[in-house]
């Protein structure tokens, strides 16, 4: 990966969206508990299983052959839950899980040592699957030195990359973090929080994998309630026919390749 480039991803849910992904020219695809949620219609991340996100992450991998990358949150809260759900993912086909230090409650965070420890129970559970940790350190209200620190202790773990989360509130404080960990590990990065930050620039700071977790399904529900209340008023197709695709192009999408 050069300095002035980083490989792109983007959330998908299902067998079309990931088609769909690839045929935009992305690298990775990433799953996650909350895109599983939104297509069962549940409105809790929480309420969905390891397994149903393994038979979403399958589903994909049937489809396309892209690199997937699969957010398992902290892995089930425990490490031999964490170790399960990367066995699983793994015979799913997932190329990547991530794991987050995040925490229910009002700590918000394992203890360093903890997700640390259970870094490497899902490491040695892994076989060729690589384990990115993620830390929520920042956005938990934690200074640049506490997430540069858990990032090496992640790193000692066995992870294979780092992923830091970030808010608004916390922004600013990336650019000091990754100028401490750069070339150590690749770094996956979500950058909801940097909008208006160009992919280049993203990379120059070290990120290596950039991914665009929520474009597909915002674009799905600020998009189709339109053009259904369109054709709901007009009774007539042809008030939309030159906003969507054609029966044809959705159909060359899951073709044969």
Do not use: K
């Not at 089930?76 to 229910?104: F, N, T, Y």
């Amino acid at each position: 990966m050069t300095t002035t480039s980083a490989s792109l991803g983007v959330g998908v849910y299902n067998a079309l969206t990931a088609r769909i992904a690839e045929r935009a020219g992305f690298d990775i695809l990433w799953v996650s508990a909350r895109d599983v949620c939104l297509r069962f219609g549940q409105p809790d991340p929480a309420a969905v299983t390891p397994t149903q996100i393994a038979a979403v992450a399958a589903e994909i991998r049937v489809a396309c052959d892209l690199r997937l990358y699969v957010d398992a949150g902290d892995g089930g809260g425990s490490d031999e839950s964490a170790a399960h759900v990367v066995r699983l993912l793994e015979r799913a086909g997932a190329h990547a899980v991530c794991l987050h230090d995040g925490a229910p409650g009002p700590a918000r965070l394992l203890p360093r040592d903890d997700a640390a420890r259970r870094l490497a129970a899902a490491c040695a559970a892994r076989e060729t699957m690589r384990v990115i940790a993620g830390t929520d350190a920042l956005v938990a209200g934690g200074a640049a030195g506490e997430t540069v620190a858990r990032l090496r202790a992640y790193e000692s773990a066995g992870a294979d990359a780092l992923f830091v989360r970030i808010d608004r509130d916390s922004r600013d404080l990336l650019a000091p973090v990754l100028a401490e960990v750069r070339g150590r590990l690749p770094v996956v990065l979500a950058p909801e929080a940097l909008p208006e930050v160009s992919v280049e620039d993203l990379a120059a700071l070290g990120v290596t994998d950039v991914i665009f977790r929520d474009v597909v399904t915002r674009t799905v529900s600020a998009s189709v309630p339109r053009i259904l209340a369109a054709v709901r008023s007009s009774g007539r197709l042809a008030t939309v026919v030159d906003d969507i695709a054609p029966v044809q192009a959705v159909f060359d999408l899951v073709a044969p390749r």
